[in-house]
């Protein structure tokens, strides 16, 4: 059983910077999909940036060209670098690991315990 442990969040001012990181254990397969959801309060949780650990990524058009997602598999460890920072971005966010269980023959999600990220002046 997979477990994945977040830090890196906190309140910055808006146009401020913050990098979460996601520990992976025990480790990360080849066919895993990274990624890291947001639940702001009230809303649904949503997909902000995946990442496979051959190198595809896919970003939410709300975060395009301010985060970047990134995988370090000899590390275990998948981060997210959120540059210009808004308000909007305010949630918890969740790393996520999507993982293929070939014997039950389907995807299966892993949640991290979610870090919170607060943009505010």
């Known amino acids: 059983q997979v477990q994945l442990v977040e830090s890196g969040g906190g309140l910055v001012q808006p146009g401020g910077s913050l990098r979460l990181s996601c520990a992976a254990s025990?480790?990360?397969?080849?066919?895993?999909?990274m990624g890291w959801y947001r639940q702001a309060p009230g809303k649904e949780r949503e997909l902000v940036a995946d990442?496979?650990?051959?190198?595809?990524?896919d970003y939410a058009d709300s975060v395009k060209g301010r985060f970047t997602i990134s995988i370090d598999t000899a590390k275990n460890t998948v981060n997210l670098q959120m540059n210009s920072l808004k308000p909007e971005d305010t949630a918890v966010y969740y790393c996520?690991?999507?993982?293929?269980?070939?014997?039950?023959?389907?995807?299966?999600?892993?949640w991290g315990q979610g870090t919170q990220v607060t943009v505010s002046s």
């Open positions: 996520n690991l999507n993982r293929y269980v070939l014997v039950r023959g389907k995807w299966e999600h892993t």
């Open positions: 990442i496979s650990s051959r190198g595809v990524i």
């Open positions: 025990p480790r990360i397969f080849t066919t895993d999909v």
